[in-house]
């Protein structure tokens, strides 16, 4: 099946610093990458929308300056948390659709962040 | 607005079989997916629905109705590991997932 990598799996950071995500398809050409949060005990929120070569369309609610997406190529994208602080803390995963037969998402495995 | 129910918890017993019910209300359908996460962890794919009827696939099958917007996961033989949560999606006309709370299964002895 498709395999899609998160990059780190957690992190531990000061507040006020920058944290980069890294989601990688490593077997398939992702045409369309999705930033997901999800606080404890609630469902996936959706942050953005990344197609490969474009900007991102992030939710409402969501700030792209905070939250830079790139997705510099088929089979990555990236997540910077800038200027993190206590309330960013939470678990953030990537999924990737363009290999799926149904048209489905497959997900990293996550990365947790805290932000002290 | 775009909606998608589904209860918050249920309980089994080992051994035996349980539904999870789905309902939504979306700008358009483009087929209704169930994913499996646990605690800690990633979504799992488990099922796609599209057109009305039953999807069997081992111990679990999913129902669609598209008439009434509903949905369910059928899960037999339930097993300790089954122990999850379980999302209902629905992707719109504009091929958005549309989440589901999720409903979190616990699997008793």
């Known amino acids: 099946g498709a395999v899609v990598s998160q990059h780190p799996s957690w992190v531990i950071c000061k507040s006020g610093t920058s944290v980069k995500i890294e989601c990688r398809s490593l077997d398939f050409q992702a045409t369309t990458m999705f930033w997901y949060r999800q606080f404890p005990k609630q469902s996936l929120m959706l942050m953005a929308t990344?197609?490969?070569?474009?900007?991102?369309?992030?939710e409402q609610g969501v700030e792209k300056d905070k939250f830079l997406i790139n997705h510099a190529s088929l089979t990555l994208s990236t997540l910077t948390v800038t200027s993190a602080h206590p309330e960013d803390s939470s678990f953030y995963i990537c999924?990737?659709?363009?290999?799926?037969?149904?048209?489905?998402?497959?997900f990293g495995p996550g990365t947790r962040l805290t932000v002290l | 607005g775009q909606n998608i129910d589904q209860p918050t918890e249920m309980t089994a017993t080992e051994g035996a079989i349980v539904q999870i019910n789905c309902t939504y209300q979306t700008s358009g359908f483009n087929g209704l997916f169930w994913y499996q996460q646990h605690a800690g962890e990633a979504p799992t794919f488990l099922s796609y629905?599209?057109l009305d009827g039953l999807e069997e696939k081992g111990r679990f099958s999913s129902f669609l109705s598209r008439s009434k917007g509903y949905s369910y996961l059928l899960l037999k033989e339930l097993q300790m590991k089954d122990s999850a949560s379980y999302l209902c999606a629905v992707m719109d006309s504009n091929y958005q997932l549309i989440w589901g709370a999720g409903t979190k299964l616990i699997i008793k002895p």
């Open positions: 999924s990737a659709r363009g290999a799926g037969e149904f048209n489905e998402q497959f």
């Open positions: 990344s197609n490969e070569g474009s900007k991102a369309t992030y």
């Open positions: 629905n599209v």
